[in-house]
């Protein structure tokens, strides 16, 4: 027993440092390029009228967002892959309420219609953070993926509770992903797309998912959309 927990000590060593020089990488590419784009607009900024103001408020602000997003990914995998899980008494439907919530702005901004289906009749028993995290960021990837060229943009969110567990899917009709991108998109830092900001979120998901003994799939297609399937086993009996 001891051996086995050597050598998983030694994986996860080795995944961390694998993020670690990636994170740096990507520092050098990612966060330089919008830096760089703050330090232009600050100066376009001193010198521009009432309207190009706001448009470099904005675009600023957008830059700042997407380092602060990857930043937080990185601090919550260093965070969350280490720990040890908790047994949690889930409500999946205050859990999703509170994530759509959250993204409320977005969703108005582009017009997304979220149908919601959560059957929960037997006890989901998990690590909440874990569970939290997976769900914010397969959420987060179906709207920010959304095909503005669609007159109808929708999100599905189904789950379902058994003895054994939850099983949710997460179906929208967005831009999707090639077949060959599908196998690279859990991979830290992928950029899959323009609409892509090349961070941590789906390797987050993979990871927490992992720990949790829990399955994570991807079924997507071009120009149709994308549905994610997390089938979540509870981590001990429910009563």
């Not at 448009?55 to 990857?70: E, F, P």
């Not at 959420?139 to 969110?157: G, M, P, Y």
């Not at 990871?207 to 949790?212: A, E, H, I, V």
Request: aromatic share 4%.
């Amino acid at each position: 027993m001891k051996r086995k927990d050597e050598n998983t000590l030694k994986e996860e060593l080795a995944q961390s440092k694998m993020i670690i020089d990636r994170f740096v990488h990507s520092c050098s590419h990612d966060l330089r390029g919008p830096l760089a784009s703050i330090q232009g607009l600050t100066e376009v900024a001193r010198h521009a009228n009432a309207d190009e103001l706001s448009g470099c408020l904005d675009l600023i602000q957008c830059c700042a967002k997407n380092m602060k997003g990857m930043i937080s990914n990185l601090e919550a995998y260093i965070t969350h892959a280490q720990r040890d899980l908790s047994c949690d008494e889930l409500d999946a439907s205050e859990m999703v309420g509170i994530i759509l919530n959250q993204y409320e702005p977005v969703i108005k901004d582009n017009g997304l219609r979220i149908i919601t289906t959560i059957d929960q009749s037997h006890r989901w028993i998990s690590d909440h953070e874990c569970n939290f995290l997976i769900l914010k960021h397969v959420i987060e990837n179906a709207i920010q993926f959304s095909d503005h060229e669609k007159e109808v943009r929708q999100i599905d969110i189904n789950a379902r509770s058994s003895k054994k567990g939850m099983l949710i899917n997460i179906r929208d009709n967005g831009i999707g992903i090639g077949m060959i991108q599908q196998k690279l998109i859990c991979q830290p830092f992928f950029r899959g797309s323009m609409q892509s900001h090349g961070g941590l979120g789906l390797f987050l998901v993979k990871t927490l998912t992992k720990k949790l003994g829990a399955e994570f799939s991807i079924h997507s297609q071009e120009q149709e959309g994308t549905t994610c399937s997390i089938v979540i086993p509870n981590l001990k009996k429910a009563a």
